[in-house]
Nanobody
Framework: QVQLVESGGGLVQAGGSLTLSCAASGRTFSSYGMGWFRQAPGKEREFVAAIDWSGRATDYADSVKARFTISRDNVKNRLYLQMSSLKPEDTADYYC???????????????????WGQGTQVTVSS
């Protein structure tokens, strides 16, 4: 059974940093694109960042570009999101996701992803 478990969320002051981690189990994910999404209260889930199966190609939402970095460790089956210069508007539940189709590139659409974690909460205080 595929399982994704996010960790690393918490409360941080504006301007601070956090690194989220997503541990994947149940199969090998090294051939699948992965992504991070977030959902703030009362809002739809939105794309944050994506990475292709090799880790060589990445994509970011404009709102986080130059502040967030997505990376993966295919040996450890882990996905990461390094977040810096955090803003109160970054407050949300953050979810990692994995595509169900191997290879390809990075994808922004949430419907491109088959497996989802339960989320980790990030709160940025002003």
């Amino acid at each position: 059974q595929v399982q994704l478990v996010e960790s690393g969320g918490g409360l941080v002051q504006a301007g601070g940093s956090l690194t989220l981690s997503c541990a994947a189990s149940g199969r090998t994910f090294s051939s699948y694109g992965m992504g991070w999404f977030r959902q703030a209260p009362g809002k739809e889930r939105e794309f944050v960042a994506a990475i292709d199966w090799s880790g060589r190609a990445t994509d970011y939402a404009d709102s986080v570009k130059a502040r967030f970095t997505i990376s993966r460790d295919n040996v450890k089956n882990r996905l990461y999101l390094q977040m810096s210069s955090l803003k109160p508007e970054d407050t949300a539940d953050y979810y990692c996701a994995v595509r169900g189709t191997p290879y390809g590139t990075y994808y922004r659409g949430r419907y491109e992803y088959r497996y989802w974690g339960q989320g980790t909460q990030v709160t940025v205080s002003s």
